[in-house]
Nanobody
Framework: EVQVVESGGGLVQPGGSLRLSCAAS????????MSWVRQAPGKGLEWVSS?????????YYADSVKDRFTISRDNAKNTVYLQMNSLKSGDTAVYYC??????????????WGRGTLVTVSS
């Protein structure tokens, strides 16, 4: 059974940092690209970042988070991370981790986790 489980969300002040984790199981983790998307209150889904499989390893970011967020993967732990720095109130959202259909960004996503809530507020 394919599973992706997010963790690490919580309440943080503007300018602060959080690291989200996504634990994956039920598939050959090294072969697949992984992505993060988010949904702010009352808004639609917004793509945040993606990382390709271990043979390519290219990373991609939305303009809204570039230079503040960093995606990475630890293949020995079957885990993908999203390091979020200089957080703004506009980053408040439920963050979802997804397994992509193949090793590259263009393959799309076929499994999503249930999400973890990040709230940026003073």
């Amino acid at each position: 059974e394919v599973q992706v489980v997010e963790s690490g969300g919580g309440l943080v002040q503007p300018g602060g940092s959080l690291r989200l984790s996504c634990a994956a199981s039920g598939f050959t983790f090294d072969d697949y690209a992984m992505s993060w998307v988010r949904q702010a209150p009352g808004k639609g889904l917004e793509w945040v970042s993606s990382i390709e499989n271990v043979y390519m390893r290219n990373t991609y970011y939305a303009d809204s988070v570039k230079d503040r967020f960093t995606i990475s993967r630890d293949n020995a732990k079957n885990t993908v991370y999203l390091q979020m720095n200089s957080l703004k109130s506009g980053d408040t959202a439920v963050y979802y981790c997804g397994k992509m259909m193949g090793g590259a960004l263009s393959e799309g996503v076929d499994h999503w986790g249930r999400g973890t809530l990040v709230t940026v507020s003073s």
